[in-house]
């Protein structure tokens, strides 16, 4: 497998949702503390993570967090501690991680269930830009 930055989170995301694209964008400008690198799940280095942490993802379809030999989250605990890293008020988020997975995962499930007929589909994943290429893996 790819060697992966020790000290950094990866965020695997859906390279062609463009409510995915616009939540890596959204995160890529609030990261101040260089916290994340994001890889697409459709590329090579994504399904290189997903096979050495088991998930399936024509089963999981979801955000990934990924901390490199520590541990791995998906859906609404991932997304919500994606957020609690962004600042004091994205830091009380963590307090739906009190509820049950069950009911934080089927608002998210239900969001991803419609996300491309929402906010729609590209065709090919997103390039990143010459000044956002250090974040992505």
């Known amino acids: 497998m790819k060697e992966l930055p020790k000290d950094k989170k990866v965020i695997l995301f859906d390279g ?3 409510l ?3 939540a890596v964008q959204y995160v890529i400008k609030r990261d101040d503390k260089d916290i994340f690198r994001f890889v697409a799940l459709q590329s090579e280095v994504g399904q290189e993570i997903t096979n050495h942490i088991g998930i399936d993802t024509s089963k999981v379809d979801s955000i990934i ?3 490199p030999n520590k541990a791995y989250y998906y859906k609404a605990e991932a997304a919500i501690k994606i957020a609690s890293e962004l600042g004091v008020i994205y830091k009380l988020m963590q307090l739906f991680l009190i509820l049950p997975k069950g009911i934080n995962n089927r608002v998210y499930d239900y969001v991803a269930k419609n996300r491309y007929k929402w ?3 590209k065709e ?3 390039i990143p830009t010459p000044e956002m290429k250090a974040k992505f893996l």
């Open 119 to 121: 906010y729609g589909k």
């Open 65 to 67: 967090l990924y901390e």
């Open 20 to 22: 995915c694209n616009s």
């Open 16 to 18: 062609v949702c463009n």
């Open 124 to 126: 090919a994943c997103m």
